[in-house]
């Protein structure tokens, strides 16, 4: 992957379509070993997670293209590569699996990003059910091996509605994504035994994975 770090960091000074034609072969080429890397992650991942089994990886992959419509920001390409592992592919709204590869940014993620308002609302209807089976989710040892605890980004800082501000488990369901995310250094993807170290992190994730799909 070091071709693949090396175009992305050039890419982050000359973000522009003509710097981006001139090396489109490289591109071609950085795609196709992040595709590489992202099948045999898929391959390994499909070992405990059944509904990853036969997923393309090709259909998993973000386009580098920036959407610039609604945009200040003008600058036409993404300064990463990412891709969604979920059982369906990246268009796919349960819960999976994220690698984001950028210099210095790097990391893996997954469980359930931005759900619809009546997923939300089953997941935390089932949190305020079973919030002792999540809780040991959340506390096992694999887990908290990769993952300090649920990402609290957009977490609301009141009750949700319908549930009581002095409920014994607010502080779960005031999430509005039920993410975990693990960073990674460069060098650890280089690694030739990266999509095996990925598939471990993402193994620990199934778990919470499997409990956010149940609400589902």
């Given at each position: 992957?070091?071709?693949?770090?090396?175009?992305?960091?050039?890419?982050?000074?000359?973000?522009?379509?003509?710097?981006?034609?001139?090396?489109?072969?490289?591109?071609?080429?950085?795609?196709?070993?992040?595709?590489?890397?992202?099948?045999?992650?898929?391959?390994?991942?499909?070992?405990?997670?059944?509904?990853?089994?036969?997923?393309?990886?090709?259909?998993?992959?973000?386009?580098?293209?920036?959407?610039?419509?609604?945009?200040?920001?003008?600058?036409?390409?993404?300064?990463?590569?990412?891709?969604?592992?979920?059982?369906?592919?990246?268009?796919?709204?349960?819960?999976?699996?994220?690698?984001?590869?950028?210099?210095?940014?790097?990391?893996?993620?997954?469980?359930?990003?931005?759900?619809?308002?009546?997923?939300?609302?089953?997941?935390?209807?089932?949190?305020?059910?079973?919030?002792?089976?999540?809780?040991?989710?959340?506390?096992?040892k694999d887990?908290?091996?990769?993952?300090?605890?649920?990402?609290?980004?957009?977490?609301?800082?009141?009750?949700?509605?319908?549930?009581?501000?002095?409920?014994?488990?607010?502080?779960?369901?005031?999430?509005?994504?039920?993410?975990?995310?693990?960073n990674i250094?460069?060098?650890?993807?280089?690694?030739?035994?990266?999509?095996?170290?990925?598939?471990?992190?993402?193994?620990?994730?199934?778990?919470?994975?499997?409990?956010?799909?149940?609400?589902?």
């Amino acid at each position: 992957m070091e071709t693949t770090f090396k175009f992305l960091k050039q890419l982050a000074k000359n973000n522009s379509k003509e710097w981006f034609d001139a090396n489109r072969k490289t591109y071609e080429a950085c795609k196709a070993e992040f595709e590489t890397v992202v099948k045999s992650i898929i391959d390994k991942s499909s070992a405990f997670d059944k509904g990853l089994a036969g997923l393309e990886a090709k259909k998993c992959l973000f386009r580098i293209n920036r959407d610039i419509r609604f945009s200040k920001d003008k600058s036409p390409y993404k300064l990463n590569m990412g891709a969604s592992m979920n059982p369906g592919g990246k268009k796919e709204m349960g819960a999976g699996y994220y690698l984001h590869i950028e210099p210095g940014k790097s990391f893996l993620a997954g469980g359930c990003y931005m759900p619809p308002p009546e997923v939300l609302a089953a997941i935390r209807q089932e949190i305020d059910y079973n919030a002792k089976d999540f809780k040991k989710i959340l506390a096992a040892k694999d887990f908290k091996t990769y993952f300090k605890d649920l990402s609290e980004e957009e977490k609301l800082k009141t009750a949700p509605k319908g549930y009581p501000k002095d409920h014994p488990d607010l502080s779960l369901l005031q999430h509005k994504h039920f993410i975990v995310v693990h960073n990674i250094k460069d060098e650890q993807i280089m690694d030739k035994n990266f999509p095996t170290y990925a598939a471990k992190v993402f193994k620990a994730m199934y778990p919470l994975n499997t409990f956010l799909r149940n609400c589902m």
